[in-house]
T-cell receptor, first 112, second 113 residues
């Protein structure tokens, strides 16, 4: 296990289409986070899982966004009816008990 | 409102020179402060983590300082290399909110020949 893995690395989609991203955290990391980052900005928190439980969701996570972590391992982030404003880098991070959070390489979404 | 502000917004230095990046925060109650390096198009990579009781922490040519009284941190890069060109993001965590980190917008560093 070399780190947090995100797929795909890049996704181009037409406005109105649905997209799904996957995050595989570091093995045994019980905490998983999703962030969104636009150009020139720091990451913004979207949602947080501890094991399979989604404990917190940001107001940024509109009804079109849904995240799951069904077995407490990998997680998926789905965006329905994509809009151009959804274009961003979607980052996943995982951690165990301490403050260290390890980030994946991100999925770059472009909505055209 | 919890905020993290970084300065400068961008910086260009010559290879081999030193530089210092600044971070001011208003996150409360403070738990820890982290510096991340983010290459373009990639995820952030942790450089240092400091808790309330730590004043300084080094990671190779990177040295971070923390003044919890003034709520300021700095990241000093010694003998810069071309590979140091990246965004450096200051991230502060509040106690009791394991789920949320407050990110700065980063300092974009470019090291040139």
């Amino acid at each position: 296990d070399t780190g947090v893995s995100q797929n795909p690395r890049h996704k181009i989609t037409k406005r109105g289409q649905n997209v799904t991203f996957r995050c595989d955290p570091i093995s045994e990391h019980n905490r998983l986070y999703w962030y969104r980052q636009t150009l020139g900005q720091g990451p913004e928190f979207l949602t947080y899982f501890q094991n399979e439980a989604q404990l917190e969701k940001s107001r940024l996570l509109s009804d079109r966004f849904s995240a799951e972590r069904p077995k407490g391992s990998f997680s998926t982030l789905e965006i329905q009816r994509t809009e151009q404003g959804d274009s961003a880098m979607y980052l996943c991070a995982s951690s165990l008990k301490g403050p260290e959070a390890f980030f994946g390489q991100g999925t770059r979404l472009t909505v055209v | 409102k919890n905020q993290v502000e970084q300065s400068p917004q961008s910086l260009i230095i010559l290879e081999g020179k030193n530089c210092t990046l600044q971070c001011n925060y208003t996150v409360s109650p403070f738990s820890n402060l982290r510096w991340y390096k983010q290459d373009t198009g990639r995820g952030p990579v942790s450089l240092t983590i400091m808790t309330f009781s730590e004043n300084t922490k080094s990671n190779g040519r990177y040295t971070a300082t923390l003044d919890a009284d003034t709520k300021q941190s700095s990241l000093h890069i010694t003998a810069s290399q071309l590979s140091d060109s990246a965004s450096y993001i200051c991230v502060v965590s509040a106690t009791g909110t394991a789920s949320k980190l407050t990110f700065g917008t980063g300092t974009r560093l470019q090291v040139t020949l």
